[in-house]
Structures are given as C-alpha cells and as structure tokens.
C-alpha cells in the first residue's frame, strides 16, 4: 500500500477533524439547520454578509499589529481558514497556530510574531468591552440579568470574583522569579512594538477599525438571524446581548465557542425579554450560518495553504 506523502496527509488533516467535529455535534447541526430553512432568506443572507465582512475585518486587525506590509489575498485566506482551524481548538489556539505559521513564512520573527497576537487579542478584548459599557450606558435596563441568576448570586459577586481571578494570576507572576522575568521580557519587548506601530496611523487604523468592525459585524448577523426569525426584540437590545454574550463566553475555553456561545447567547437574549424558544431557534441558526457553513470550505482552504507552504 502507497503511502501518502507526509505533505499530503497534513492536508487532510482539517478534513478529517472537520468530519469527526460534525458527528459530535450533528444533534445542534441538524437542529440549527431547521431553523435556517424555516428562516427568511433575505434577512440569512445579510448575515452571510456580515460573516463575510468580519474576515476583512479580521485582516486588518491583523494587518494593523505588524509594520510589514502582508500579501493582502493570503492574508485574507489566512483568516478564513483559521477561523475554521479556531473551532477545531479551544481557546483561539487554533487561529493563533495558523496565524503564527503564516507570519513565520512571511519573514517575521518569533518575538515579533507573539507581539503582533498579542496586541491583537487585546484589541479585540479592549473593543469588546468598550463596546458593552457603551450599550450598557446607553440602555441600562435592556440586560435584566438578575432575573436570571440565583438569589444568592448577584453581579456584585460575579464581578468580584473575576477581579480576584486576575489578581490572583498578577501575583502568581510577581511571584515566582523565572515567570516574572519572562513575562517581564515580553511585555517589554511587546511595548515597545506597540509604541512604533501607534505612530503610524494606517496601523492604527486598520488595527482599531478592524476590532471594532468585527464584533459589530458579528452582531448585526444576529440581528438579521433574529430579524428572520421574528424575534421581537429592540435591534439595539440584540446588540447589546451579542456583546454580553461574547465577553462572558471568552472566559470559557472551548473550541470555537461550541457550548459556551450558544449558552451566552440564548441567556443574553432570554435576559433582553426574549422568550426562551425563540431565543434558542435564533442562536441556533445563527451558529450554523457562522461556525457551521464555513466549515468545511475554511478546512479546504486551509488544506491548500498547507500544501502550498502559506501556513
């Protein structure tokens, strides 16, 4: 028996991962899949918009973190395929593989590289927060989150506990001499990237638009899901929802969101005075639009960039 050639096998590998994601999780398929063809198709293929856009905005968040000048279809091509690498790994450690591969080819060094992932991250962290306590000013009884904890469970709690989680981590670091040194190179050797690339303003542009831009793109596909579906709910108060919904999940390491998204969302939703059936249909159809249908095209794409030594 021929063997495949070890270039080869590594670009079946998205496939192979893609199809045994799929059967574990075929009962959510099969069921978001429902909604969708029950759904407007309109107001589904304006998501499929705002899906498309967000890779654009993406690459130029990316494109903002580094001086170089990327290959803009590659870069773009690098987003698509990471997004579905970022499903198949928990945490973003899927995307931020396939991201360092391509910055690695691109002639970026190592410290450069982890420099560039992590001002994007936070970027992306800083625009979603900034974002949320806009909403939260500007529509302070929209989110009824206290209907939905336990008594004994108050926000007040909630945050304190995430406060005491993040110290607790400071003073881990500040600790233990080995780590601090490190993280103490990083951070310094990330500043200084982080000062350069601030004096340039197509940088900082394309940085800061493309964070902004993506969250808000992502929202408005959960608005038009929601809208397809009749979700009677204040566009806004979608919005904010998608916001809540994506900063509670990002504490919650699962591949892609799976499970820790969804929940978020329907909670965020049913907390804006959805009813909970409906709320459900429309998380449902919006994940399939967003993590399900690029799937298998994301892993194709990035079976060729493997094979043509892009990533």
């Given amino acids: 028996m021929r063997r495949l050639p ?11 991962a893609v199809a045994v994601w799929a059967g574990l999780h075929h009962e959510v398929l099969t069921s978001g899949a429902r909604q969708v063809l029950a759904a407007d198709g309109s107001w589904l293929l304006a998501a499929l918009g705002t899906t498309l856009l967000g ?8 494109q903002g973190t580094v001086h170089e000048r990327l290959p ?4 773009f091509a690098t ?3 990471a997004g579905a690498a970022n499903h198949l790994l928990p945490s973003g450690i899927g995307a931020s593989a396939v991201n360092i591969r ?6 970026i060094p190592p410290a450069r590289y982890s420099a560039a992932l992590a001002l994007y991250f936070l970027a992306e962290g800083v625009s979603r927060v900034a ?16 209907a939905l904890l336990p008594e004994r469970i108050g926000l007040g709690l909630l945050a304190t506990a995430g406060v005491a989680a993040a110290l607790a981590a400071v003073l881990t670091v500040c600790a233990i001499r080995p780590l601090r040194r490190t993280v103490g190179g990083f951070l310094r050797a990330a500043l200084t990237d982080i000062r350069s690339l601030h004096t340039r303003p197509r940088r900082v542009l394309a940085l800061w638009g493309g964070s902004f831009a993506f969250p808000v793109l992502q929202a408005a596909g959960l ?3 929601a809208l397809s579906l009749d979700l009677h709910v204040p566009v806004a108060h979608i919005v904010l929802a998608y916001m809540a919904a994506s900063v509670v999940a990002a504490m919650v390491p699962s591949p892609g969101g799976i499970g820790s998204v969804d929940a978020a969302l329907v909670l965020a939703l ?15 159809a919006y994940r399939v639009i967003t993590v399900w249908l690029p799937l298998l095209p994301g892993a194709l794409v990035l079976g060729a960039l493997v094979k043509r030594r892009v990533v």
């Fill in 223 to 225: 608005v038009a899901v």
């Fill in 79 to 81: 987003q698509f395929a």
């Fill in 131 to 146: 974002l949320l306590a806009a909403l939260l000013l500007a529509f302070p009884e929209a989110l009824r989150l206290q």
């Fill in 6 to 16: 070890l270039r080869q096998a590594l670009c079946l590998l998205p496939l192979i």
């Fill in 55 to 62: 890779w654009v905005a993406v690459s130029f968040a990316r």
């Fill in 102 to 107: 391509f910055m690695t080819r691109c002639g």
């Fill in 72 to 75: 803009a279809g590659r870069l």
């Fill in 270 to 284: 049913v907390a804006t005075g959805a009813p909970a059936t409906t709320a459900t249909s429309t998380v449902l």
